[in-house]
């Protein structure tokens, strides 16, 4: 574990040095939980979001994308329940003046059971050699045995506490498991109290007489609102979907892991309009097409897992994630809901419009259903760049940073390099960058020796780098250098266009998921 803490950090900070993502503020001393991206970051967001919107809305003749306003009539966030229930479970440590969320105190006491438990097994494997049976100990061990029954006692509890939103049985687990404040080391808390998550503000002057806003904590509901708009304008018929991509916020109390929790984030949402009784049939499909979507990526099938939901939300009558091994373990970077017509019945409700669709083939009208896919660009940057980041040790001894980055979404796709500053080899360079640059993300560079500029371009993930010698005056070849594999290529300057297209255009990846 600590040795993947290590790994994380150095990804935060090589985020930081290479343009990819800056903490928000950072000269004001930064921004809790919100971040900028850098030159390259806002490269690998862009194709990462091209990628998803082209899987959406080219290759589904049946889906359509919208752009909907952050600021929405205040009704809207009543209807869908985001001003009742939209809470997290806050407590505060008296001595400290801290503030927690109650349910990640006590799943963090889960977790330190696991650990412990990893422990008593590592070192029995460490102690028993070939011979051990991991199987045979976990179910045999007393400590291990102690340990498991705590634990699943505490979930037990805690499921019930959360599901009845019991707020006084959250406080008691936590004075039960003696759970202290990592700053002040006290059991000293505060009562658990409920905390809306959404941004207030107002609109219009006060002199006019203002109304209270929020800040979308999610662009769903925009969707929701222009249903019977995209349906009559688009002539939609069920089953279709409406995609869209956009900016959400949420007052998260924990913010933590970089970008993989922040305040203000990015969402790519799709709501999937569905007959009633088909809603379970399209669920499992998405869960299929969104597994391969991720995994055409190509950054490893058994980095991915689905976690489907026990607990329900009152609306939805099936939930998955789909969880992606990052440095600190599998985390959910997609959500997939079968929201049946909940909300399109509250916005009937509130707004007091009709809110249907006459079905022709069963000639009959209904709300219809709606499953959902809801995943964060950001954790999505955030799964890639972990993957994608590798200290390789090369056999010279030396190790070199590079960033593995799925080709299609490196943000550079290729580098021109002449290999000196003379002779007319710029020249020749820029004529090459000037016949890419239509197609692909090039970039020119001169300075400094050939292998350091080779280091700066793995660093960023370009995946290739094209270099330009005495030799291709003569006979109009370059060298190739491959990324990953570090192999050199002589190849035409005529056939570059060929050779990279092949390996980093979006169709190729899409071409994946047909
Ligand atoms: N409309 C459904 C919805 O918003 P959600 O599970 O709350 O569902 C969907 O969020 C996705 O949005 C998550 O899987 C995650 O990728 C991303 N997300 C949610 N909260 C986030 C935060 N505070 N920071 C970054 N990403 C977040």
Request: hydrophobic share 40%.
């Amino acid at each position: 574990m600590a040795q993947q803490d290590d790994v994380f950090k150095k990804i935060v900070s090589h985020a930081k040095e290479y343009g990819f993502v800056f903490p928000s503020s950072e000269i004001y001393d930064g921004l809790s939980a919100v971040y900028d991206y850098g030159q390259n970051g806002v490269e690998l967001k862009n194709n990462i979001k091209r990628y998803w919107w082209d899987a959406m809305t080219l290759l589904h003749e049946n889906i359509v994308g919208i752009d909907s306003a952050i600021f929405m009539h205040p009704t809207i966030w009543k209807a869908s329940g985001h001003v009742d229930a939209f809470n997290d479970p806050l407590i505060d440590n008296r001595d400290s003046k801290k503030r927690y969320r109650a349910d990640v105190l006590i799943e963090d006491q889960m977790a330190k059971y696991d650990d412990k438990i990893a422990k008593e097994v590592a070192k029995a494997a460490k102690r028993f050699g070939d011979a051990f049976d991991e199987a045979q100990f976990r179910t045999t061990n007393a400590r291990v045995l102690d340990l498991q029954a705590r634990r699943d006692a505490l979930h037990e509890r805690y499921s019930k506490a959360m599901n009845a939103n019991d707020l006084a049985e959250l406080r008691q687990i936590i004075l039960d498991e003696e759970i202290v404040c990592p700053i002040s080391g006290t059991k000293n808390w505060t009562e658990v109290r409920q905390f809306n998550l959404m941004f207030k503000t107002e609109m219009g002057s006060t002199a006019d007489g203002s109304m209270t806003v929020y800040l979308r904590p999610e662009t769903a509901q925009g969707i929701f609102v222009n249903y019977l708009n995209v349906q009559k304008t688009g002539r939609m018929r069920i089953p279709f979907g409406i995609a869209q991509i956009g900016k959400a916020f949420r007052n998260e109390i924990v913010a933590r892991q970089f970008i993989f929790r922040m305040r203000e984030f990015e969402q790519m949402e799709m709501q999937f309009f569905v007959r009633p009784g088909e809603e379970l049939k399209w669920f499992q499909q998405w869960k299929e097409w969104r597994l391969k979507w991720h995994k055409a990526l190509g950054m490893g099938d058994d980095k991915y897992r689905y976690h489907d939901h026990e607990k329900l939300a009152h609306y939805a009558n099936a939930a998955t994630d789909i969880e992606f091994l990052m440095p600190f373990g599998f985390k959910e970077v997609e959500g997939i809901h079968s929201r049946t017509n909940f909300d399109l019945s509250q916005h009937q409700k509130f707004s007091g419009k009709k809110i249907e669709y006459f079905d022709p083939e069963l000639n009959q009208s209904y709300t219809p259903y709606v499953i959902e896919t809801s995943i964060g660009v950001d954790r999505m940057f955030l799964s890639v760049l972990c993957s994608a980041f590798d200290e390789e040790q090369l056999p010279n001894g030396e190790t070199r940073t590079v960033l593995h980055l799925p080709a299609p979404l490196a943000p550079v796709k290729c580098a021109v390099l002449p290999l000196v500053r003379k002779d007319g080899l710029p020249e020749k360079a820029r004529e090459i960058v000037d016949e890419l640059k239509f197609d692909f993300a090039t970039h020119y560079e001169e300075k400094d020796a050939i292998g350091k500029r080779y280091r700066r371009q793995d660093a960023i993930g370009t995946p290739f780098c094209i270099t330009v010698d005495h030799q291709t005056l003569e006979d109009n070849t370059v060298t190739l250098r491959e990324r990953d594999s570090m192999e050199q290529t002589r190849v035409a300057v005529d056939d570059l266009h060929k050779l990279i297209h092949d390996r980093v255009s979006l169709a190729s990846l899409l071409r994946k998921l047909r």
